[in-house]
């Protein structure tokens, strides 16, 4: 055949194809099948049985959960409350099964394509069509997409999904791995489930079944889109390089055209392309310049533009699919350098070295479909508001929904990703990587046009893992096999995934890792995890020992307030920390104990249980602020801060700094100041105070230091002032004075306190104390607090004073919810602090049951010096 005549007839062949699609092509139509359906308990003889079993079908809510359903029907008590916990474990051990009806018309029969879309089921279950099995999926975090063409009739079909017992099915699988009698791998890892339904030392244990996102039947002909990827190819302040991948599953071959419309609300362009498509699944790329391109910043380094992306799919001139995606033009790279000590672990955005500040995020509450966008909006905007640029997101929760990572997008907060691996060891079957794989892949495409993601780390703890409960005596064969199966999965099957799927985002294998480098007192690598405080019971002072290259967990608990204690207790319940209900609030083990021993360290014994509520508020965040600040000091060869943890998702006695309920505790409003964007931090070294400035701007710029040394009356014993130039992206000891310098002849250290002010433009920029002796040394005056409380156009306002030194003022309405612009403040002697008050009560009501409590307010009278 000749070559004219052969490319006569594949363009004939075309234009019949196109021509022939012309008549038939069709939108994709998606129709919900969220909303109401049924569920009922599935009770065999084999079962665990309820105290009533729920064997008729009920009312339930798709998305969803089983415990929400049985809530929502009146069959368990509020999970949260007293010790409820422990009367509905039976759940776990019992298999539910749920089902509604589709209603299905000819026409809708007459597309090429109809398919079952599970956005996500928990976990292992079956799917029946019709009396059909169609799917065993048995992975939360994965999507489901079933076909149904031909299996679905014209009327009414019954969907049901059975969710066996996850206990059981989990030990099914587990029991077809032969190495794990010998690995002694935790049955409940082998169906892919968020591990802290089953409990942490934070969270209750709620194993939970359900259809737990959203359930739709898709319906199409010639072509849908599966996928938008805007990879950044070369991003600089000139010029965008992008190239963007539309995924396109067609039915047959045929002439496309695929047209993308892009940019900012006031700018937007357009190109298309025409193409031929296979059948199967086709990767469409085109690329895209933008010239001077708006560039995505971290929170205080700029701002959040994000760019739109429109795609559509035309067969024959017929629009068949459209799909749409936002994407924030930025560079990232995670900066992995030789240096003076170790190697450096620094993410660099924009060729900015971002010192990352922030906090670790848990799942928003024990029952995802609870979390509402206000939910969502009020912790998130507490970061940003508190100076945070990062958030670490846990690996033993779920992957977020696009609405976190939206949020995070425009609020410029850098998100830290785990992939969904908690601590427990894995399996190392070959299903089980395919498995994982899959489910890697699903989730990276999903989320990777988000800008705010700066990292893909592979788990939380499983490589330290390697070690515990027992492992670490495991034969020889034994520990290399789990180890092998280890790096085959988070240096293999995961990091290969990452770099195909999402290559312009780095991969870190774990959280807490080193990339496997050995680390020593003089080479330091990588991510820590410093629990040095807390769990090893040591001092606050033992943070600035470490100098790690960054801190992605450290912390200290507290207990929420009084407020969102009453919401879960009786009063006989709030006795005592040490109560049955206090305890079962307490999942740390000997936490009770530990929050405790540590008051009785610093501070001593509280006066009654209010009073221990809230020192240990201050206790929490005295703590991180040690280890905040000394991070901060070590800059750059300590390049992130990160504490455990921001939220919780129940009520508990926890490592929060937002409670469940969403009230800020005190470590939230010191945030602020630590995490200032410029901070003066005075610390003691060598026999003098060091005062340093740290600073995360990226200009130079003038300030004015004060450093005074003030008795608690406010008489300044001493008092110097400096002239200093803030380099960028720095920390600096600008003055460094002897204490003996300081203190003149006869004054008592724990008399004084050292007052650091940094100035600017005659404003006070950043403010630090710092006491000499420990605090249990001090007798704090006992000093009346004037509080005025007035009306304003944006709520009220409430100046505090007081004659002497008041430490961590606490203020507070009693039964009336309020926010406020700040809190446990410090006041010096004579100068008014004013706080801005938003509140739905009238001003009758917050003078009523204003309070006002101070550090020497929660304690008997003691002799200073006094163990």
Avoid at 31 to 46: E, N, P, T
Avoid at 161 to 177: H, Y
Avoid at 548 to 575: A, H, L, N
Wanted: net charge negative.
């Amino acid at each position: 055949m000749s070559v004219r005549k052969y490319v006569f007839l594949t363009l004939l062949f075309s234009l019949f194809v196109q021509m022939n699609l012309a008549g038939h092509a069709q939108s994709l139509t998606r129709q919900s099948l969220d909303g109401a359906w049924q569920f009922r308990q599935v009770v065999s003889d084999s079962d665990a049985r309820s105290p009533a079993p729920a064997v008729e079908w009920m009312p339930a809510k798709v998305p969803g959960d089983v415990h929400l359903d049985l809530i929502a029907n009146k069959r368990i008590p509020d999970p949260f409350y007293r010790d409820n916990e422990s009367k509905i474990q039976w759940i776990e051990k019992a298999a539910w099964e749920y089902r509604r009806n589709i209603d299905v018309t000819g026409a809708m029969l007459r597309h090429q394509h109809l398919e079952l879309v599970f956005k996500g089921l928990d976990a292992a279950s079956k799917v029946y069509l019709n009396g059909e099995e169609i799917a065993a999926p048995a992975n939360m975090f994965r999507e489901w997409r079933l076909d149904v063409t031909g299996k679905l009739k014209s009327g009414s079909n019954e969907l049901r999904v059975l969710f066996p017992s996850p206990i059981k099915a989990a030990e099914e699988v587990a029991a077809k791995d032969p190495w794990r009698v010998r690995t002694h791998t935790d049955a409940k890892v082998y169906v892919r489930k968020a591990a802290y339904e089953y409990g942490w030392d934070w969270g209750p244990r709620f194993v939970t079944s359900g259809i737990w996102q959203p359930v739709s039947l898709e319906m199409w002909d010639d072509a849908r889109i599966e996928n938008i990827f805007v990879e950044q190819k070369d991003i600089s302040s000139t010029v965008a390089h992008l190239d963007v991948q539309t995924e396109v599953v067609a039915s047959k071959p045929g002439l496309a055209t695929l047209s993308l419309s892009y940019g900012l609300k006031d700018a937007e362009q357009r190109t298309e392309q025409r193409v031929m498509l296979s059948a199967g699944l086709n990767r469409l790329s085109l690329p895209v310049n933008i010239d001077k391109p708006a560039l995505w910043y971290p929170s205080g380094y700029g701002e959040q533009p994000l760019y739109s992306f429109h795609a559509k799919v035309s067969v024959g001139g017929q629009v068949v699919d459209t799909a749409d995606t936002k994407a924030g033009l930025r560079s990232i790279v995670l900066r992995r350098d030789l240096d003076k000590w170790g190697r450096s672990f620094e993410f660099v955005v924009n060729g900015i070295p971002v010192f990352a500040k922030g906090a670790d995020v848990i799942p928003f509450d024990s029952f995802p479909n609870r979390v509402t966008t206000a939910d969502y909006r009020h912790i998130l905007q507490a970061a940003k508001d508190t100076n945070m640029n990062m958030v670490r997101h846990w690996g033993g929760g779920y992957y977020e929904s696009e609405e976190f990572y939206s949020i995070c997008d425009e609020l410029g907060l850098m998100v830290w990703q785990d992939l969904m691996f908690g601590n427990d060891w894995q399996p190392g079957t070959y299903d089980f990587k395919q498995n994982i794989q899959q489910e890697v892949e699903y989730q990276m495409r999903r989320l990777r046009n988000h800008p705010s993601i700066v990292l893909w780390a592979g788990n939380n703890e499983t490589e330290l893992a390697k070690e515990w409960n027992g492992r670490g005596n495991l034969p020889a064969d034994v520990h290399e096999h789990i180890w092998q199966d280890y790096l085959t999965e988070f240096s293999g099957v995961l990091a290969v995934t990452a770099a195909r799927v999402d290559p312009q985002t780095p991969y870190w294998p774990s959280s807490p890792s080193a990339d496997y480098e050995d680390l020593s007192d003089s080479f330091q690598s990588g991510d820590n995890h410093d629990w040095s405080v807390w769990h090893g019971r040591v001092d606050f002072a033992d943070y600035e020992k470490h100098h790690w290259r960054f801190v992605s967990e450290y912390g200290f608990q507290s207990f929420p307030e009084m407020k969102t204690i009453e919401s879960f207790t009786t009063p006989e319940d709030r006795t005592s920390i040490f109560t049955p209900v206090m305890l079962a609030h307490q999942k740390n083990g000997s936490g009770n104990s530990l929050i405790q021993e540590y008051m009785r360290r610093y501070y001593g014994d509280p006066k009654d249980f209010a009073s221990f509520l809230y020192s240990s508020q201050v206790l929490q965040a005295e703590a991180v602020k040690t280890g905040a600040e000394s991070f901060r000091r070590e800059r750059p060869r300590t390049m992130g801060s990160l504490f455990w943890q921001l939220n919780d998702c129940w009520p508990v006695a926890s490592w929060s700094s937002i409670d469940s309920e969403g009230r800020w505790k005190a470590l939230q409003y010191y945030a602020r100041r630590f995490y200032a964007p410029v901070l003066v931090s005075p610390h003691v070294e060598d026999g003098s105070v060091a005062v340093y400035v740290v600073s995360d701007h990226v200009q130079a710029e003038q300030a004015e230091l004060s450093l005074q040394v003030m008795r608690f009356d406010g008489s300044i014993v001493k008092q110097k002032n400096l002239d200093v130039q803030v380099k960028p992206l720095s920390s600096e000891v600008v003055m460094k004075v002897p204490l003996s310098e300081l203190l003149d002849a006869g004054v008592d250290p724990a008399d004084v306190v050292v007052v650091a002010r940094l100035h600017q433009g005659g404003k006070v920029i950043s403010s630090n104390l710092l006491y000499l002796p420990p605090t249990k040394k001090i007798v704090l005056p006992k000093v009346p607090i004037d509080a005025t409380l007035a009306k304003v156009a944006t709520g009220f306002d409430v100046t505090l004073k007081s004659a002497a030194l008041a430490r961590s003022v606490y203020l507070s309405f009693g039964e009336q919810d309020a926010t406020y612009s700040d809190n446990y403040v410090d006041l010096l002697p004579g100068e008014p602090v004013t706080i801005h008050v938003t509140s739905e009560a009238s001003l009758a009501a917050l003078q009523a049951g204003m309070q006002v409590r101070s550090l020497s307010d929660a304690f008997n009278p003691t002799t200073k010096g006094k163990e």
